[in-house]
């Protein structure tokens, strides 16, 4: 996927999975993250297998050309961060993001 093409399906993935999210009920459990775990996620080197084996499955969106994005939640006080994470066609994490603080409903 050349540079221009990645960063659409970022943007397009992230305003779809932003706008789920925001009449979305709260991620079921299994889908919960913690600090460390996030951490642990490295673009460039972490995989699909990784991801599945540290933080587990979870929502995602999948796209034609095999770029998916998947969501986790990470409990804080009052509420929680939602992890965002962008995998390529190979299954490679590319970008990870952090949307601070949704109050919880």
């Known amino acids: ?3 221009s093409g ?4 970022v943007v397009l ?3 779809l999975v932003l706008a789920a999210c925001a009449h979305a009920p709260e991620a079921p459990p299994g889908t919960r993250v913690t600090a460390e775990q996030v951490r642990a996620i490295r673009p460039g080197a972490s995989s699909r297998a990784s991801l599945l084996a540290t933080l587990g ?3 995602k969106v999948g796209f034609e050309s095999g770029v ?3 969501l ?3 409990p804080v006080p009052g509420g929680f961060d939602e992890i965002v994470v962008l995998l390529d066609a190979q299954g ?3 970008k990870l993001r952090r949307r601070a603080h949704i109050p919880a409903h």
Do not use: C, H, K, N
């Open 68 to 70: 998916e994005t998947w």
């Open 13 to 15: 993935a992230s305003a």
């Open 92 to 94: 490679v994490v590319r």
């Open 6 to 9: 990645l960063r659409f399906a």
């Open 1 to 3: 996927m050349s540079g």
């Open 57 to 59: 499955p979870t929502r």
């Open 72 to 74: 986790y939640q990470m």
